[in-house]
């Protein structure tokens, strides 16, 4: 009900800003000439120097005050009086007739429609391409951050996930903490029936304490929160564009890096007991359980599954 009743407000008001009538049309020819002969932005009220609210004895007053000072007998020789002496007598005339004045009213508070050559018509805001281009950028890159910030609630979802996973595979279903370090094998699927599918896919894990490692062709990344990538307005598209261009301008360094003035850093090596291994080598899952035939164990690919970016910690030695 209140949604039909705001539509027919609106189109009652567009049939009424569209259908100007006679003495719309005359209150608009008789504004535009106040302003080309008084100053523009003078209005009725502004001429007779009288407020808004003045009451028909006060515009009386104001115009028999006024008429005096334009009457054509006191400015003999001047251009235009005997017209502006007229426009005055019909300004007087409007704000004396309450139906016009309402009228006229309206549109002096809302704004007087200009002559567009075929018509009076309201002066729209229209754009330039500078701001389209603002308001684009600034539109993409704030959706921008609305899915980084999904993807980052949903990468520390991951990651409890698959910390739980570990530990339960290391601790067992009570997950009371065992000393020393422990290997496991995690499932990335979801859910129990993907384990056991042909096209499983596996990671290796190294549980130590309250830390979880991931295992891979290199050094083990911690599995924590700062894995994920937080959302930043630094790392928009619009940020990153404008960094790209800034350091395209600079001049190059000749220098050698010092990475390679220094060497690489050397891997570190998690040497793990074999003992404390469960069954690693012989395909078992992270609950003791047989992997099944055709599942894939997944290394240092496998830190794309649990977020988005690798930091490099090496475990506690004992």
Known sequence: MKLHLILVGLLSLLSFALAWTKEDYEIFDLVSAVESTEGKGTTFYSWLDISSKATVPEINKAYRKKSMQLHPDKNPGVKGINERYARLGVVAAILRD???????DFFYKNGVPRWRGTGYYYSRYRPGLGSVVVFLVMLSSGLQLVVQKMNYKKDLERIDRFRS???????????????????????????????DGPTARFVDMLVEGEHVYLLGDDEPVLLDGDVATKPTIGNTWAINLIKALIQKALPKSDSPSE?????QDQPVEVATSTEEDTDAGDGTDAGGN????????????GISKVAGRRRKVAPKKK
């Open 259 to 263: 990475e390679t003035a220094t060497g």
């Open 290 to 301: 047989s992997a099944p035939s055709g599942s894939k164990v997944v290394s240092a690919s």
């Open 98 to 104: 309450s139906e016009r004045r309402e009228r006229y």
């Open 165 to 195: 996973k570990a530990r339960q595979a290391a601790w067992g279903p009570r997950m009371i903490p065992q000393p020393g370090a422990k290997k496991v094998r995690v499932s990335l699927s979801n859910s129990i029936q993907d384990e």
